[in-house]
């Protein structure tokens, strides 16, 4: 079952302009598909991933929709209670990141930045690059809070093997 779905970029942060077409939907799927079953089995591991998809069916048992849509939970080392916004933001911000580098455009007239009221201009490919790791590094940043909350509840997680992601430069 995929966590993400098309209107997850229909607005927001990561929106990709006439995500419903069939051209960006068929692009923006196979962006799910291949970001998340990656980004999981980083995070998870082999072992644990399986039984995330054994396990990840209606209704969901409530340490995977911990993980999935996040929670606040108390950190054992700093006696502080701390927001963990869910696993599904990393996955938007890297299947963005993976949409942007795969699709040279994102509107008839390419990705744009607004210049004005009603003027944009085409992002070159410096800013479309920045862009794209700004994302990747988004992702990175929230599956490091991940890594933390999984830890702070390792007793729902066993088998539990991690793989690090390192940020973009």
Request: aromatic share 12%; no cysteine.
């Amino acid at each position: 079952m995929a966590i993400l779905q098309l209107t997850d970029f229909a607005t927001g942060r990561y929106q990709v302009s006439q995500v419903t077409s069939d051209n960006k939907s068929l692009q923006i799927n196979e962006s799910i598909q291949r970001i998340q079953d990656t980004i999981l089995d980083k995070l998870l591991g082999v072992e644990l991933k399986d039984l995330f998809d054994t396990e990840y069916v209606e209704p969901i048992p409530e340490k995977w929709s911990d993980l999935i849509d996040g929670k606040v939970y108390d950190n054992t080392n700093y006696s502080e209670k701390i927001r963990f916004d869910g696993i599904k933001e990393a996955l938007k911000a890297f299947t963005y990141a993976d949409f942007l580098n795969n699709d040279s455009f994102n509107t008839d007239a390419g990705q744009v930045r607004l210049m004005g009221k009603s003027t944009t201009t085409k992002l070159n490919g410096i800013e479309l690059k920045q862009l794209r790791d700004q994302a990747f590094n988004d992702g990175v940043q929230i599956y490091q809070k991940a890594r933390d909350f999984m830890y702070e509840n390792i007793d729902d997680y066993p088998n539990w093997k991690y793989s690090n992601i390192s940020f973009r430069k």
